[in-house]
């Protein structure tokens, strides 16, 4: 969050809820305009299948899916989605 913070992006959490879609990304962002969902694990943590759809989904609409165990995963998978390269 708070490396999201300091580039600039927006970021909002994604509680789990009757108004919630099951297998949502942890973080909801904004980053240079462009949407981004992470899914925050610990270093030996596992997504579900359907958290792998929903970031298929994310991926198939334009936006950018990050599996993230750690910051260098964000910053990877920003550059990656050509965010952030100069």
């Known amino acids: 969050k708070d490396y999201i ?3 600039g992006g927006y970021w ?3 509680q789990g ?6 297998g949502d990304p942890d973080l ?12 925050a694990k610990t270093p030996t943590g596992r997504p579900t299948e359907l958290q792998l759809q929903r970031g298929r989904e994310i991926q ?7 599996l993230a ?3 260098e ?3 990877n998978g920003l550059r990656n989605g050509n965010i952030g390269n100069d």
Not at 17 to 22: A, D
Not at 29 to 34: A, E, I, L, P, T
């Open 60 to 66: 198939k609409a334009g936006g950018i899916w990050i």
């Open 12 to 14: 909002s959490t994604v």
């Open 28 to 39: 909801i962002c904004c980053v240079q305009g462009r949407f981004v969902g992470i899914e």
């Open 73 to 75: 995963d964000v910053e």
């Open 5 to 7: 913070t300091r580039i």
């Open 17 to 22: 809820g009757p108004f919630s879609k099951p």
């Open 69 to 71: 165990r750690s910051v």
